[in-house]
């Protein structure tokens, strides 16, 4: 049902080096998406404004693709990896 949806948060995050998608979950109420991501990649200078920047790129590419409204995108990081495990 949500397959597009996961699509496009695949393509989303695919630009960003060393980022490995693991799962994606869609869950539609109201007409509006709340979308959970769940990533591993390796250690960032400033983690936290990297993850703000990849719920941004997803939600705007959701809007901008489908004209669906994102209320939240939930970003999980599973791990951390080195450039061993990457």
């Known amino acids: 049902?949500?397959?597009?949806?996961?699509?496009?948060?695949?393509?989303?995050?695919?630009?960003?080096?060393d980022v490995i998608l693991e799962g994606v979950k869609v869950y539609e109420q109201q007409k509006r998406l709340t979308?959970?991501?769940t990533v591993s990649f390796k250690m960032k200078?400033?983690?936290?404004a990297?993850?703000?920047?990849?719920?941004?790129?997803?939600?705007d590419d959701i809007?901008?693709?489908t004209?669906?409204?994102?209320?939240a995108v939930?970003?999980?990081v599973r791990r951390l990896v080195d450039g061993k495990n990457a």
Do not use: R, W
């Not at 597009?4 to 960003?16: K, L, R």
């Not at 004209?67 to 209320?71: I, S, T």
């Open 1 to 17: 049902m949500h397959k597009p949806i996961i699509t496009i948060v695949a393509m989303s995050v695919q630009p960003f080096d």
């Open 67 to 71: 004209g669906k409204e994102v209320f």
């Open 35 to 37: 979308i959970h991501v």
């Open 63 to 65: 809007y901008e693709m």
């Open 50 to 59: 990297f993850c703000e920047h990849i719920q941004k790129q997803v939600i």
């Open 45 to 48: 200078q400033n983690m936290l």
């Open 74 to 76: 939930h970003l999980y």
